[in-house]
């Protein structure tokens, strides 16, 4: 079964349409101190399993990393073993949102 994913623009339009997302950036910190999409919490993956229940289970959750990959295996780790099903990953993670949709954050 795929994982849910959508992509930076589909992001940027549920945010602009007023949708109440919650999102979690499995960076780490240097990493998000440095970049970051507004209004993302910081839950670094290796936390996870500690911190999972910071994670809302009644609105629509955007995990969020550089690439999409460990936010791909939050995503995985979450949907397993707290039997999430309210997740999404952000394609492409922060370089696609810096590239596609807000050049204002920095690209590393």
């Known amino acids: 079964m795929p994982l849910p994913e959508l ?3 589909q992001l940027r339009d549920r945010l602009a349409a007023g949708e109440t997302l919650q999102l979690i ?6 990493e998000y101190a440095y970049c970051r999409i507004e209004g993302s919490a910081l839950i670094p993956l290796g ?3 500690r911190r999972a229940e910071e994670i809302d289970d009644d609105r629509p959750v955007v995990l969020i990393c550089h ?3 460990r936010s791909m ?10 039997e999430r099903t ?7 993670g922060i370089h696609a949102w810096s590239q596609r ?4 954050v920095a690209v590393y």
């Not at 950036?25 to 240097?30: G, I, K, S, Y």
């Open 67 to 69: 690439h999409g990959v």
């Open 47 to 49: 936390d996870l399993p």
């Open 101 to 104: 949709v807000d050049p204002s």
């Open 73 to 82: 295996q939050a995503l995985a780790y979450l949907q397993h073993r707290h």
């Open 25 to 30: 950036d499995v960076r780490q910190p240097e």
């Open 7 to 9: 992509t930076p623009e």
């Open 86 to 92: 309210n997740l999404l990953n952000l394609r492409g």
